[in-house]
């Protein structure tokens, strides 16, 4: 499966999900994260240590218009969706790239979107983000879906003029070039060791804070990841919030997660019990989640 974001900001949830997931492709197509919430959706963000490479990040300059997003999309992200070949493309269609949107700096317009549905010829479109009510939304899901459907859609014209600074042709394919071979050059510098207090193996940490801006605190986050060269290897995220001092754990087993690392993860699952407030048990090989909370105990869902 792969899912291409065309929202205006990084799709950061999203990737966060799979990102440890080698059998899905995460394209994310962003206004750079320098300059827009959340910060970040950068070149160097790639996939964890058993997906590297799942995950592309293109972070695009303010004042991005149709030309360049379509230049983009035919030159970096349909020739990696070819050579995944998902069996399944989703697109996260946000509208906010548009040129009225008030959160953003973006210039793309309703026929632009258009066209960026018809290149990508995605299986599903989930309309997301856009924040121009009446200049944006009307024209840009009639757009999108006049291609969905495979219809004309080059009326569909806004009645708003663009009025933002525009990045041009010529200086966009050099900041692209540049982009993509930062992004060839990216390498991890995960940190990698045994350790006994998690099952047998080698296991990356990944120090992975998360700040929640609408109620202003920072959950400190570290990552661990078995290491494998079979599946997408076990993951166990522990995490403290500062609000209340619980100390909560995740434990996931992947899909088509290979015996060592099913194992492995319910043995997480079993020595956590007790040792923290909350532990949440996701077995995708399975379709199974139960949730672990003191003082009620396991919980099936």
Not at 56 to 69: A, H, V, Y
């Amino acid at each position: 499966m792969a899912i291409v974001d065309t929202d205006v900001h990084h799709g950061d949830g999203t990737q966060d999900i799979f990102y440890h997931d080698p059998n899905v492709l995460f394209i994310s197509m962003h206004q750079d994260g320098r300059t827009l919430y959340p910060g970040t959706g950068f070149v160097d963000e790639k996939g964890g240590p058993n997906a590297w490479d799942s995950t592309l990040n293109i972070p695009l300059k303010p004042g991005t218009g149709d030309e360049c997003f379509h230049y983009v999309l035919e030159n970096w992200v349909l020739p990696r969706l070819r050579e995944f070949e998902p069996e399944l493309i989703i697109n996260s269609a946000g509208q906010d790239n548009h040129f009225t949107d008030p959160l953003a700096s973006m210039n793309v317009t309703a026929r632009g979107y258009g066209k960026i549905t018809e290149l990508l010829q995605a299986d599903l479109a989930v309309l997301e983000g856009g924040y121009s009510i009446q200049g944006a939304l009307p024209y840009v899901n009639l757009a999108i879906l006049l291609a969905l459907a495979g219809e004309d859609y080059s009326n569909v014209i806004e009645t708003a003029q663009l009025t933002r600074p525009q990045v041009s042709f010529s200086e966009f394919k050099t900041y692209l070039q540049n982009l993509q071979i930062k992004h060839r050059q990216a390498e991890s510098d995960w940190i990698i060791r045994e350790e006994a207090r998690l099952p047998q193996g080698k296991w990356v940490i990944i120090p992975h804070p998360v700040y929640y801006d609408t109620e202003g605190f920072q959950e400190n986050r570290y990552d661990y990841i078995r290491l494998c060269n079979n599946c997408g290897g076990t993951v166990y995220i522990e995490s403290h919030s500062p609000l209340d001092g619980t100390n909560n754990a995740l434990v996931r087993i992947p899909f088509a997660a290979c015996p060592v690392c099913s194992q492995a993860g319910y043995d997480l699952w079993g020595n956590l019990q007790g040792q923290r407030k909350n532990v949440l048990f996701q077995d995708q090989s399975q379709n199974k989640i139960q949730f672990w909370q003191y003082p009620e105990g396991v919980t099936p869902y």
